[in-house]
């Protein structure tokens, strides 16, 4: 039996973090047989942990072989906190911190997390309960109503005769540089409108689309200027509001970190007729970039010399980007999008996001700011400093890779503990508002294809391997099964679930640049794409119960059971049938196996997924104590 039970969300009131005009309470279950004397909570701020206080927790009541306490914590300054328990007993005083997820006594003192976040922190209403599309846009759809114009480096740009190539890479390319193109395009994406609405789409997420030397276009080249590769301005705006008759928004993806080195700003080629910072200290753009040796050594992204850093902290180039009249974000605001995303936003200065932040909301309050965050984003530390992206006055939410890595860990490995805690720990860290606008993903243009990842042990492949591997049909097979139960559970964790161009009929891939070929029209899995339409009908028809909430309801080693207020969903990995003890007044919905309601609890399948429609929250309260007490007197 644990001499310590505790869990920051289920007995926290409020749960999870709080704003700054809330208090909140902290109850622990510690065990009759510690002999406790006094119980504290210690709490100390992550601006100074030095300054420690101590606050006295009170005995409530007795439940079994437990004492609960319980403390007040009054209203905290925004910002994150960190506190563990104290227990003193007529010998000693020991620490309780958090071990593996759990309360226990320690020598080692591991905090638990408490954010506190501006009461002010709203985000946009329009994407909660929402679905998310992510398109890579050379390689999505390629529409012969648009006919691309000659580039500035169109002689080094590859043309692909065959949209189903393999893309090329360093295994292929002698000094491979991403400059092969399939020729997609903003009216090929415009074409497959129906497609996105057939998949109850409400945002799609569009990788860099701007003027640049290379497919992937995250190398900048003009901020103004859609790459005639794709399109034009034109086309792009008209797309927009072709997409919002069919209430589908538009995101771009910023990037503000780095510019390409074939650019007007720093114009390495002399393509471009602006004198850029590579050809002149008298350039305009030369206090953008820092050069270390000019012109020829400066800093870049990762080493990469195409992709030379900005300064992001000179205000020229601040202005340049947030000016409300002409800056860049307002400019493709005014041309119709509603949302953007940026790219490694810990590489961008807090003076820059919070510029970015004033320019975006100020010209449309309801507009979607998304930051690239691979780590828990409310306490990550970038550069030495402490981010403060969910605070209140930056980032609407992130990318979710915790929790992308979270699913495939579960899915792989079957272990609901594990998945729970991981689950938690986001859930206990991010500010509510932020919570409900998260892009939860499962693949990206930057990680393998899920289909690939679930197949094989992707370490044991030689990077050699990559370019022409396909699971083998045995591997295919199992993976397809767990991609199912991914996405299941990506679609009904809170967030917003976005699905990779081609997951929905399981394509396969390692990274870049193989997770981003053609979308497979010829060969899609079919079964696959039915499973996806299925899972978006679902969620669109029980959109007010994914809008916001979360309750985790059990779980033991092989399945877990939550809530999203009147859907109870449960995932069972176990080889065998087992039973939830729940209230058995639902009815199923969705799911892989049916599951039967009885006088003991619900029997879901082996190796099931399940989503079944409960009473209302008031209704259910009654009911859980009312059959719980009946399973007790049972079971005795």
């Given amino acids: 039996m644990k001499e310590i039970i505790y869990s920051p969300v289920a007995f926290n009131r409020p749960p999870g973090a709080i704003s700054d005009i809330e208090t909140k309470e902290i109850r622990i279950l510690v065990r009759k047989d510690l002999n406790q004397k006094k119980i504290s909570l210690l709490l100390y701020s992550d601006i100074n942990d030095l300054n420690i206080s101590k606050h006295e927790m009170s005995f409530v009541e007795d439940i079994l072989d437990y004492s609960i306490f319980s403390v007040n914590l009054e209203k905290l300054d925004i910002g994150i906190y960190y506190y563990f328990f104290e227990i003193v007993s007529d010998y000693e005083m020991k620490i309780i911190s958090k071990v593996n997820g759990e309360a226990q006594i320690t020598e080692h003192m591991i905090p638990w997390q408490l954010t506190v976040y501006d009461n002010k922190y ?67 994406i415009r074409d497959r409108k129906e497609y996105l609405e057939f998949l109850n789409i409400d945002l799609v997420y569009l990788n860099p689309i701007f003027e640049s030397a290379e497919n992937h276009r995250y190398s900048t080249g003009d901020y103004y200027k859609i790459d005639p590769y794709l399109g034009n301005n034109e086309i792009f705006q008209s797309m927009c509001n072709d997409f919002k008759e069919s209430n589908i928004e538009i995101m771009l993806d910023g990037v503000f970190s780095h510019t390409g080195s074939d650019s007007i700003y720093f114009n390495k080629e002399s393509r471009y007729d602006e004198v850029g910072a590579y050809n002149s200290v008298k350039s305009r753009y030369y206090p953008w970039f820092k050069f270390t040796e000019y012109p020829d050594k400066y800093e870049s992204w990762w080493g990469f010399s ?26 493709w605001q005014k041309r119709g999008i509603k949302a953007w995303r940026f790219d490694v936003i810990d590489e961008l200065p807090d003076i820059f996001i919070d510029s970015m932040r004033d320019s975006i909301k100020k010209n449309d309050k309801d507009a979607l700011m998304i930051g690239e965050v691979w780590e828990d984003a409310s306490n990550k530390v970038a550069y030495g400093l402490r981010r403060r992206y969910l605070l209140g006055e930056q980032m609407d939410s992130v990318m979710n890779y915790p929790w992308r890595n ?51 042990d992707i370490s044991s492949v030689e990077n050699e391997k ?41 394509m396969q891939g390692f990274r870049d640049p193989f997770n981003r070929a053609g979308f497979n029209y010829k060969n899609g899995d079919s079964d696959m794409l039915h499973h996806y339409k299925s899972l978006v009908n679902f969620r669109r028809k029980y959109k007010k119960n994914f809008i916001s909430g979360f309750k985790l309801i059990d779980g033991d080693k092989n399945h877990v059971t939550y809530r999203r207020n009147n859907i109870l969903c449960i995932i069972n990995f176990s080889t065998n049938p087992t039973i939830v003890d729940y209230p058995f007044n639902g009815e199923w919905v969705f799911g892989n196996k049916k599951p039967f309601f009885t006088d003991y609890g619900i029997v879901v399948g082996a190796e099931s997924y399940t989503a079944i429609e409960i009473a209302s929250d008031q209704d259910l309260e009654k009911d859980i104590e009312t059959f719980r007490k009946a399973i007790k007197l049972r079971r005795e």
Avoid at 478 to 504: C, N, R
Wanted: hydrophobic letters at 35%.
């Fill in 122 to 188: 709203k985000t946009p209403d329009w994407i909660k309960g929402g679905i998310m599309y992510q398109i890579f846009p050379d390689r999505f759809y390629k529409s012969d109503k648009y006919k691309a114009v000659e580039a500035l480096n169109d002689e080094e740009r590859i043309k692909h005769d065959n949209w189903y190539d393999i893309p090329n890479s360093n295994i292929d390319t002698v000094d491979y540089s991403a400059k092969d193109f399939f020729m997609g395009n903003l009216d090929g």
């Fill in 306 to 331: 195409n992709l030379p850093t900005l300064n992001k902290d000179n205000e020229d180039y601040i202005n340049f980007v947030c000016k409300e009249e002409d800056g860049v974000l307002n400019y």
């Fill in 406 to 456: 979270a699913i495939i860990d579960f899915v792989k490995n079957k272990d609901a503990i594990g998945f729970s805690k991981n689950i938690l720990e986001i859930i206990n860290n991010y500010p509510t508002p932020s919570i409900d606008t998260m892009m939860n993903l499962i693949s990206s243009h930057d990680t393998e294809r899920i289909t690939t990842v679930l197949g094989v």
């Fill in 466 to 506: 990559h370019k022409d591997f396909i699971l083998d049909d045995e591997q295919y097979k199992e993976s397809k099964e767990m991609h199912k139960f991914a996405s299941f559970i990506q679609f009904t964790l809170p967030g917003v679930p976005s699905i990779y161009y081609g997951d929905e009929i399981a």
